[in-house]
């Protein structure tokens, strides 16, 4: 039976938190604010509950969910091959509204659905969403709204929609916190980092001035790699031929993926390799659905591959997958697996 707690008083905030973490370990949905709207999450390591929470949005496979952490260094145990320019992004706007997209850690098993070997990352920046992460570990969160929907921007609001799919709905007020009834929620910006240069896949709340005040070279939303051109002044061919150089050095998967077309969101037609967000919608593999609704356009020339960011991003398309590290043999538990995600690398260790 569904259960809802106001999480404004003391007592009933402690009783929801206890009742969320039991139902994540017993593979239950629940919905909780996040600095963006509020998000629908289950599991991450558990493919029973991201199904459970792909049919309580009406979603399918195509579509996976992103994944929230309670700090940056959860990052190194979900992912691997992470660059200099994610790094700084994450050090600069985690907790915040900022999704990365990332290669996947080959050794984790998880199953967050059609991922092409990336997975989306955020640290929100809300207390009761941090609270219940440093409970339960990383969680698969998506918008909490049906397909097609509206983002829910209250506890009510996603009630309305899920109904009895949620075990647990957590009552933070309205996200976000600062906003009136009829302010529209802005997502997460996504920005794909497994390519050979970061590209922005959706702009969100984080603007793109800001990005580039902390990597330069950060590709705009649709942004194309500039091209030498013979006569043009020698700062744009310079400019090009770094372009150039980093484009004939990144692997074929890679080089492919960017030249992908445009995808548009998720209700719309989409090419081969859309993401979505936690909690908003754009057009890569991965859950972008912490958009104002899942109708979000998200640029399809990702960089190598792109997981879903569906809770504070709209659903976003995967860049083509690349080559993976061989996996590792699949004998952890789901507990040591969550484990050793929560646990960060030691500097030089194999990844």
């Not at 959706?202 to 603007?207: E, F, K, L, P, S």
């Not at 507990?335 to 500097?347: F, I, N």
Request: with cysteine; aromatic share 4%.
């Amino acid at each position: 039976m569904t259960s809802s707690y106001d999480c404004s008083t003391e007592e009933t905030r402690f009783e929801g938190l206890a009742h969320a973490q039991r139902a994540i370990a017993e593979q239950q949905c629940i919905v909780f604010p996040t600095d963006t709207v509020y998000g629908i999450a289950a599991d991450a390591f558990s493919p029973l509950a991201v199904r459970l929470l792909l049919a309580a949005k009406g979603r399918s496979r195509t579509m996976p969910p992103p994944v929230l952490i309670p700090r940056v260094q959860t990052m190194d145990g979900l992912a691997v091959d992470i660059g200099d320019d994610a790094r700084k992004l994450a050090e600069k706007f985690w907790p915040g509204a900022l999704t990365l997209i990332l290669h996947a850690q080959p050794s984790l098993e998880w199953d967050l659905g059609e991922t092409k070997g990336t997975v989306a990352l955020r640290v929100p920046d809300d207390e009761l969403a941090l609270e219940i992460l440093a409970r339960t570990g990383p969680l698969a969160v998506s918008s909490a709204n049906r397909s097609g929907q509206p983002a829910a921007q209250t506890a009510a609001n996603a009630q309305e929609q899920l109904a009895e799919s949620v075990e647990v709905y957590l009552d933070g007020g309205p996200r976000p916190a600062e906003s009136d009834s009829d302010e529209v929620a802005l997502p997460s910006t996504i920005v794909d980092c497994t390519g050979s240069r970061a590209r922005v896949v959706r702009q969100g709340a984080i603007a793109l001035e800001d990005l580039r005040d902390v990597v330069p070279s950060i590709l705009a939303f649709g942004q194309e790699v500039p091209v030498w051109q013979p006569g043009a002044d020698s700062a744009l061919n310079a400019t090009a031929s770094d372009a150039t150089a980093s484009e004939e050095t990144a692997p074929e998967g890679e080089r492919a993926a960017e030249d992908a077309p445009e995808t548009s969101s998720e209700d719309g037609t989409a090419a081969p390799g859309a993401t979505e967000t936690a909690a908003d919608d754009t057009t890569a593999p991965f859950d972008t659905s912490d958009a104002t609704a899942d109708e979000t356009t998200v640029d399809a020339t990702p960089a190598a591959t792109t997981p879903d960011t569906s809770l504070d991003a709209p659903d976003v398309e995967r860049p083509a997958e690349s080559a993976a590290p061989e996996a590792a043999p699949a004998a952890e538990t789901e507990d040591s697996q969550r484990q050793d995600a929560e646990t960060p690398r030691a500097a030089g260790s194999e990844s």
